[in-house]
T-cell receptor
């Protein structure tokens, strides 16, 4: 199984809502990542978890809150988002530190209204 | 130094042609160079990757050529098909790093 599964696939939320994005992998990977991708742009790194600990936060606003409950799961909690936060949110995982054989999920298309 | 410059931004090729996408980097510490293929509305998928100890790597119809002295690498797609129409991103990383530096992407269209 080489899948990274993200739910939901699509999400529309108001600026006062609280929602969560979920990501799951069963490849035994110990590093998991959140990326944000705007249209016609490359993915931008947001957070990295290594062995269930947050190792990189790319100065992401606090309205985005990551959580890694266990080695297979990664969540991104969203609160008080702005319309400019609308994007494709991608989860990825890799076996260990470093980017060899990293796999991306299908993404969650988020629209903030 | 952390940039990866990718060209062209967009490319249109006839079916059966050989599109070539080029990338250049500055940071000599980079030692892992993957290419990702992304279809609209989908996540990027790892296509092929190379390390600097080889000058060429082939996987099916996809070939990476690597020129360490010029700090350049390129993707060639042999016998291109309309189904290869997608956005392609080159990227680079260094050993132990948890960051992948992406190029800006190339939107490839293969006409039937």
């Amino acid at each position: 199984d080489t899948e990274v599964t993200q739910t939901p696939k699509h999400l529309v939320m108001g600026m006062t809502n609280k929602k969560s994005l979920k990501c799951e992998q069963h490849m035994g990977h110990r590093a998991m990542y959140w990326y944000k991708q705007k249209a016609k742009k490359p993915p931008e790194l947001m957070f990295v978890y290594s062995y269930e600990k947050l190792s990189i936060n790319e100065s992401v606003p606090s309205r985005f809150s990551p959580e890694c409950p266990n080695s297979s799961l990664l969540n991104l909690h969203l609160h008080a988002l702005q319309p400019e936060d609308s994007a494709l949110y991608l989860c990825a995982s890799s076996q260990g530190v470093g980017w060899s054989e990293a796999f991306f999920g299908q993404g969650t298309r988020l629209t903030v209204v | 130094q952390q940039q990866v410059k990718q060209s062209p931004q967009s490319l249109i090729v006839q079916k059966g042609g050989i599109p070539i996408i080029n990338c250049a980097y500055e940071n000599t510490a980079f030692d892992y160079f993957p290419w990702y293929q992304q279809f609209p509305g989908k996540g990027p998928a790892l296509l092929i990757a190379i390390r600097p100890d080889v000058s060429e790597k082939k996987e099916g119809r996809f070939t990476i050529s690597f020129n360490k002295s010029a700090k350049q690498f390129s993707l060639h797609i042999m016998d291109s098909q309309p189904g290869d129409s997608a956005t392609y991103f080159c990227a680079a990383s260094k050993k132990g790093a948890q960051k992948l530096v992406f190029g800006q992407g190339t939107r490839l269209t293969i006409n039937p």
